[in-house]
């Protein structure tokens, strides 16, 4: 009997608990044997009762609650070969011979590294007479599926990560209700939202809630920025607006590379000298208001249908099959190899930090266009 560990690690997003309840599942549904690793990496190294066995019953009603009820980690010692080793010795001893891993890119390139140290991992315990090459001879090949959880929206190769639309909607209702009173006062207000090196949560929230301006990484601003934004909320008050939105994603920056922050876009708001446009001006961090509460129907149906297929990839997998990840694609639930996403995904990041824009945008292009 197969025995399929599933595990939710790095940040927390909305509708990892409908990924959790859909592999158990499944898992349990196609005979197999179920099991959660509570803490993410961090229970893998610890063992014992960080790793539990899941009944049907255990997901009852999880999809109806945000964050993730297995709970998540940072897990220092997992960076490092022996913290691998241990977690490795806690699977075997357990029996699991599968894990399904919900998480962002840091969490699935651990995930790569440890599928890849696997077997010298198990001839190190051998060697080291932790273990003995009967309760290893089973475990020859360590068989890791991914599943992106991230509300950034962030990694390469997928349309959508489960929780970025369960974010983008409480941006959204977040805006809504800062916009009441900034018409109210004639106000203008700078939100700054998360996303780290990805633009998306912004700029999709500045869409959907029709924002004077947006600030996002991959479109570094010109010089010019001040001029350019001063122009644009300008012309809305002229036509009649009473409020005004800029919406600031976190790596938000200038085409020299500078960070511009909340504080850079108020000061110029508020700027009273005789160009400036005086407006009343505030600052709203969202901060974790933007990770909490329920999924959205999307992530829901997101977890679920890639959960689902999580179990099956497990299921088909040979020792040669490479390492996949479940994607979505133009509305279809897809497996893609899990390595190529973290490395475009990387190379994006490297090149917003190298400050060489013109690289991030047509690698972004050409995810775009895939
Ligand atoms: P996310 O998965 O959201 O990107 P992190 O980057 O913090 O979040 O990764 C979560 C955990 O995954 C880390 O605390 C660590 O235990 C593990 N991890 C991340 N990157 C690596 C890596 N390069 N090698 C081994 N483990 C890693």
Redesign the pocket.
């Known amino acids: 009997k197969k025995k399929i560990a599933v595990m939710t ?3 927390d997003s909305p509708g990892m608990n409908g990924v959790v309840r859909a592999v158990v599942r499944t898992a349990i549904h196609l005979g197999c044997d179920a099991f959660a690793v509570y803490e ?3 229970g893998l190294v610890r063992g014992g009762d960080y790793i539990k066995r899941m009944e049907w019953h255990d997901v009852r009603g999880w999809l109806s609650e945000g964050g993730t009820l297995i709970g998540t ?7 490092e070969r022996p ?2 080793m241990t977690a490795a010795k806690n699977m075997v001893l357990h029996g699991i011979d599968a894990l399904i891993i919900c ?9 790569d ?2 599928r890849a140290e696997w077997p010298s991992l198990l001839e190190e315990l051998v060697s080291k007479g932790e273990l003995t090459k009967d309760q290893v001879a089973p475990y020859k090949h360590l068989n890791i599926v991914g599943i992106v ?2 509300i950034d929206n962030d990694l390469s190769g997928t349309d959508a990560t489960v929780g970025c639309y369960s974010a983008l909607a409480r941006i959204c209702e977040m805006v809504d209700y800062i916009e009441a009173t900034a018409s109210s006062h004639s106000r203008a207000f700078v939100i700054e939202v998360m996303g780290r090196h990805c633009g998306w949560l912004a700029l999709l929230a500045g869409v959907a809630s029709g924002a004077d301006f947006i600030f996002i990484p991959e479109r570094p601003q010109p010089q010019d920025w001040r001029e350019d934004m001063g122009n644009v909320v300008t012309r809305h008050r002229s036509l009649g607006k009473r409020k005004t939105i800029v919406i600031v994603a976190e790596g938000a920056r200038d085409k020299d590379g500078n960070k511009i922050t909340p504080e850079d876009v108020r000061d110029l708001l508020a700027d009273k000298t005789e160009d400036g446009l005086g407006l009343d001006t505030r600052i709203t961090t969202l901060g974790h208001v933007q990770r909490g509460g329920t999924a959205v129907a999307y992530d829901r149906m997101l977890g679920t249908l890639q959960g689902v297929e999580a179990v099956h990839a497990v299921l088909e997998a040979t020792p040669d099959t490479e390492t996949c990840f479940i994607a979505i694609n133009e509305n279809k639930i897809v497996r893609k190899p899990l390595m190529e996403a973290v490395q475009d995904t990387k190379k994006v990041a490297a090149a917003v930090d190298a400050k060489d824009f013109e690289k991030a945008m047509s690698l972004r292009d050409a995810e775009f266009s895939d």
């Open positions: 690690s790095g940040g993410g990496y961090e980690a940072r897990c220092m010692a997992f960076y913290g691998r998480g962002g890119d840091g969490s699935l390139t651990g995930a590294k440890f959880g991230s």
